[in-house]
């Protein structure tokens, strides 16, 4: 039996309980540096091992999972790999902070076996916090940030389409689209930007899936492809995409276009709800 280094939080004021979040890297300084920058915010339970994040898994709940790469024994992708093939923890959000330099393989490997986000450190604990944030409470970031769901099948083009969106607009990203429906039960996306071509589902799927949901029948759809066909484009237009992107992305091409479709969808949502507040 390993020794747990953590100590119960104290009870919260006003009977408040706090998120939990766990956080497994094998350095102490690591974890008492980590826990004192979020432990106004959160209840940490750091754990050097996977033997502890495993014991700790049995006592409580975690809302996530904070985990460095390199570790002696497990390193994070090979943990991450072994929670996600367990029904007990599939759906606890993982986040990798690593203290290395993170190459692109890295994250395209880390974001492809299920982590939520890939930081490097150094990182401020506004950026650290308002990322943790964004995967607890998508919807915290208020209704004036227009919110994008990118589905993609290919975690490099997920990490493209938030860096060159995520300083205007609140981005969630999603590698599996069969996993759409469960997203939208948390996230109410202002604009969807869909791979047209993924090998469990494409994005021409998923439109019924999203026109389904009452609050999606007119939502805007950008479709991106690296196949910019006549019959890619004839199929998105007769589904009511709102635009249609060719891979290699252009940034100026992206963001001009998310930028018109956005203004165009939101201008029409005030008109609904002012003439739906003047009818009361």
Not at 91 to 119: E, Q
Not at 247 to 273: F, G, H, N
């Amino acid at each position: 039996m390993s020794d747990i280094i953590y100590e119960e939080e104290e009870e919260q004021s006003a009977g408040i309980p706090r998120r939990k979040i766990i956080i497994v890297d094998d350095v102490n300084y690591v974890l008492a540096t980590i826990k004192a920058r979020l432990q106004q915010h959160y209840e940490i339970y750091p754990a050097q091992n996977a033997e502890i994040l495993y014991e700790l898994l049995e006592k409580i709940e975690p809302e996530m999972i904070i985990m460095d790469v390199q570790m002696p024994e497990y390193n994070g992708f090979e943990l991450i790999q072994e929670l996600k093939a367990n029904s007990k923890y599939e759906n606890i959000p993982v986040m990798f902070l690593s203290g290395n330099k993170t190459d692109r393989k890295s994250v395209y490997k880390g974001m492809s076996l299920g982590a939520v986000d890939f930081l490097t450190k150094p990182i401020s604990n506004e950026k650290l916090i308002d990322c943790i944030e964004s995967h607890l409470d998508p919807m915290r970031s208020g209704e004036n940030t227009p919110i994008i769901l990118a589905v993609d099948d290919n975690p490099s083009i997920l990490q493209t389409l938030n860096h060159l969106l995520g300083e205007k607009y609140k981005v969630y990203t999603l590698p599996q689209p069969q996993a759409i429906v469960d997203v939208l039960a948390k996230v109410v996306p202002d604009l969807f930007i869909l791979d047209c071509h993924m090998p469990v589902m494409h994005g021409f799927e998923l439109v019924p899936l999203i026109r389904s949901q009452s609050e999606h029948e007119d939502t805007p759809i950008i479709f991106l492809t690296s196949e910019g066909t006549i019959d890619n484009v004839s199929v998105a237009t007769s589904i009511g995409a709102s635009g249609f992107i060719v891979k290699p992305i252009d940034e100026d091409t992206l963001m001009a276009k998310v930028s018109s479709v956005l203004i165009d969808y939101i201008s029409r949502r005030r008109i609904r709800t002012a003439s739906s507040k003047d009818r009361y």
